[in-house]
C-alpha cells in the first residue's frame, strides 16, 4: 500500500511533541545506528533539556524538522538546516523510515514537506548525505 498525504499526517517538530521527537530518533538511531553522526547509547540518556537545545536549530526560521504521523504511530522523520554562510543552500538531515513504512511513499511525501519548507525561504540547492553502503536510501534520493 502507498501511503498518501490523506493517510499520513505531516508534523513540524516542536517543543509541544519533544516525547515524539525524542521516540523516533532513538528508533532511527537504534535501527540505523550507521546513517547518522551520532548513537543510541550517546542519546538515550540525554535529558529534556539537551533535548529541547537540539530542537533549537528546528524553530522554523533557521531549520525544521518534521515527523510523519500513521494514526498515533510515528513512521518517520526529516529535517532540513539552512546553511549558516548561504542561506540559499540547505541540507536535508536526520532522515529515517520505519522498517514497516519503507518503500511505501511516507519518504516522498516527507521531503516534498522539507523542499516545500526549503523554496519558501528561497534555497535553490538541497543537499544531503548518504553513507555508501545504504544502497535503498541511495535509489531512493537518485529516483
Known amino acids: 500500500m502507498l501511503y498518501s498525504k490523506e493517510m499520513v499526517r505531516i508534523e513540524q517538530i516542536t517543543l509541544h511533541n519533544l516525547a515524539i521527537f525524542k521516540e523516533v530518533r532513538l528508533r532511527a538511531l537504534e535501527d540505523s545506528p550507521s546513517a547518522f553522526g551520532s548513537t543510541y547509547a550517546r542519546e538515550r540518556d540525554f535529558t529534556d533539556a539537551e533535548r529541547k537545545a537540539r530542537l533549537e536549530r528546528w524553530n522554523g526560521v533557521r531549520g525544521v524538522g518534521f515527523v510523519a504521523m500513521d494514526d498515533e504511530v510515528v513512521c518517520k522523520i526529516a529535517g532540513v538546516l539552512l546553511d549558516e554562510k548561504n542561506a540559499t543552500h540547505a541540507q536535508l538531515v536526520s532522515m529515517w ?15 516534498d514537506e522539507v523542499v516545500g519548507w526549503a523554496v519558501q525561504r528561497g534555497v535553490v540547492v538541497l543537499q544531503l548525505m548518504v553513507t555508501s553502503k545504504n544502497e535503498p536510501a541511495i535509489r531512493f534520493y537518485v529516483l
Not at 97 to 111: E, I
Open 97 to 111: 523510515t520505519a522498517p514497516t513504512h519503507r518503500r511505501k511513499g511516507v519518504g516522498r511525501l516527507l521531503v
